[in-house]
């Protein structure tokens, strides 16, 4: 093995940078090259393919986003395009491939490894929504900066007797949901996974204000419904002057925490060594802080399994 090959895909997250200078870094330690593609799947199947340099990746291990930028890209999911992406690689003499990307690039990276092209998946999202992995790189820096605006958001609702519904990404996952709400102090937290009642909510602020809690904060998934309809049905059950806010796609940018960025470059260089090994068809994780490897099909046999005590640890604790 001479080259490899790196691209990030589906939604950016914090820490992208500092895997793929982890896994370039890794490779050119090693006597290797590292290419970068560009746009995900999209540059692949378009041969939008640079070498990468060490200096290239000065600099960028504290940086959001994505130096190789991102995209989605539902045609990869035709064969003609699967073939054509390996043909690029072929073109570029490139040997084998690592994807950083959500649980959509893994579909991807499967269908490459299916053709006998040899792919290694690090997880890259800021939904924390893959199997086999305890955290997703960006998930750290998402909730941290989920909490940094929940804070700001409690300062107003605490000066004027509010109610604040806040909606947070994780698309199908409660665990951002969860690590915000729980670090803000939520009165409630309301996930996909876990069955909910609007009254008994409504009752919990109705109890905590009774008893001398002058606001309340409501975190709510996206993937349970938007934070509009969530108020306008709260709303039925009693007047709590309640706001909607939605944090949206600020919660996807930013500076990674040093925790996703000792992740992403941890899970980077695991990947390489895992290439050397001859290994390939893999899907990093990290799981009771030991970087392991699963076959990428066997995360589509299985779901992410949240943290749901943080959850009822939430109801124990949050109430005046
Ligand atoms: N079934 C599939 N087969 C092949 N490629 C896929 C498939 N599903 C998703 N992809 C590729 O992975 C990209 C990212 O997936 P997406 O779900 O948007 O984000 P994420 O990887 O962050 O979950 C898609 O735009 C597409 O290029
Ligand atoms: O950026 P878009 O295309 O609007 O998509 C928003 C979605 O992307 C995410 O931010 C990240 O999801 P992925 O990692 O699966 O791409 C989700 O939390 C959210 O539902
Ligand atoms: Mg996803």
Known sequence: MKRIGILTSGGDAPGMNAAVRAVARKAMAEGLEAYGINYGFAGLVAGDIHKIEAADLDGVVNQGGTLLYSARYPEFAHEEGQLKGIEQLKRFGIDALVVIGGDGSYHGALRLTEHGYNTIGLPGTIDNDIPYTDFTIGFDTAVNTDVEALDRIYDTAHSHDRTF??????????????????????????????????????????????????????????????????????????????????????????????????????????????????????????????????????????????????SKLNEDISFN
């Open 165 to 310: 519904v806040v909606e947070v990404m994780g698309r199908g996952a409660g665990d951002v949901a969860m690590w915000a709400g729980l670090s803000v102090g939520a009165d409630a937290i309301v996930i996909p996974e876990l069955d909910w009642d609007m009254e008994t909510i409504a009752n919990k602020i109705k109890h905590n204000r009774a008893n001398g809690h002058r606001c309340n904060i409501v975190v709510l998934a996206e993937g349970v419904m938007g934070a509009d309809e969530f108020v306008e049905k709260l709303s039925q059950y009693g007047d709590f002057d309640a706001r909607a806010n939605t944090i949206g796609h600020m919660q996807r940018g930013g500076r990674p925490t040093a925790k996703d960025r000792v992740l992403a470059s941890k899970m980077g260089a695991y990947a390489v060594e895992l290439l050397l090994d001859g290994k390939g068809g893999l899907a990093v994780g990290i799981q009771d802080n030991q970087l392991v490897n699963h076959d990428i099909l066997d995360l589509f046999n299985s779901k992410h399994k949240a943290e749901l005590s943080l």
